[in-house]
């Protein structure tokens, strides 16, 4: 469980962050800021910032936000009730993401897995994007991505999002986070 | 007509305008940056700039730059071949952007209406969106914008695109840009 103390240090870290790459947010947005961990206990390593822009029932846009070698667990997004799974573009904005979706494992890959959890992240088919490059995700497929060691900021336009829905291969993922006191 | 000469410049003043709100292109996008001058050849006061991140059959998501009291004439999105008319949500990075939807006129608007063009800039709601501000605009709702006296950035998020059916309030309007030499 994240502690208020806690969420709010890693939104200020974020915040930070966005201003450094010239991102702006409301007001209202700042409030908004979201904190993942997972239910992991363990944000620094897997976890992520985002902010949601606008999410209607036809398109969603995020800004994601990873600090030094945070990681976003491998997940896939089925299809809803009938409704094709959702589709990801991210768009790197600033420093550098290691994207990692199905396909032949790279030869090496640049992401640090996190200790123990080498279970945890199946698919090592490595994409490597910097500013202004991106890469599609089609729906049903699993993917996992991580900070470089300067931190990210990834923009994801997509199709509708139900993160509720999501599927993680850890079978210890909690994903609607719980702050406490 | 566009000249190759107007396209190249223009071209230039988009790409040192988005450096300059610290927005990264790959040189492919760079390249295909688009100009629209609607056939009107007026550009600089009717035109606008724009790159295409990523259109599927479930989301589009660009970048618009206009310059200086540059406007977006107004048009709307129909429906096409029965999927409904295209969402689309305005979000300000950088500037200033006047923006006119369907609803009861406001008493003054801080646009200045294209000289002769009253009768093409019908809907006179204004919406003001400084940086990190968005509004989105419902299907088949006539719409048009004009940066302020700064010129202005503006992320478009929308279902599908298919600007080869907008309707625009001008007849005089062609949509798809024409070069020349
Ligand atoms: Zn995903
Ligand atoms: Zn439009």
Redesign the interface.
């Known amino acids: 469980m994240l502690t208020r103390k806690q969420y709010a240090e890693m939104r200020d870290r974020t915040l930070q962050f966005l201003q450094k790459?010239?991102?702006?947010?409301?007001p209202e947005?700042q409030e908004a800021v979201e904190v993942a961990d997972f239910g992991l206990e363990n944000l620094e390593v897997e976890g992520l910032q985002l902010i949601t822009?606008?999410n209607?029932d036809?398109?969603?846009?995020k800004e994601l936000v990873l600090f030094p070698r945070q990681t976003c667990p491998e997940h896939l997004h089925p299809d809803v009730n009938g409704e094709?799974g959702k589709?990801e573009?991210f768009?790197c904005?600033y420093g550098t993401v290691y994207l990692y979706v199905e396909g032949p494992a790279s030869p090496e890959i640049q992401s640090v897995i996190p200790e123990g959890k080498e279970a945890c992240y199946t698919v090592r088919h490595e994409f490597v994007l910097k500013?202004?490059?991106?890469y599609?995700i089609p729906p049903h497929t699993k993917h996992w991505f991580q900070a470089s060691e300067e931190g990210t900021i990834v923009?994801e336009?997509?199709?509708t999002n139900r993160d509720e829905y999501d599927i993680f291969t850890d079978p210890a993922i909690k994903r609607i986070p719980v702050i406490g006191e």
Chains 1, 2 share one sequence.
């Open positions: 790459a010239g991102i702006v947010l409301t947005e822009y606008v209607t036809r398109y969603c846009a094709e589709q573009t768009r904005r500013p202004g490059e991106q599609t923009s336009f997509s199709s």
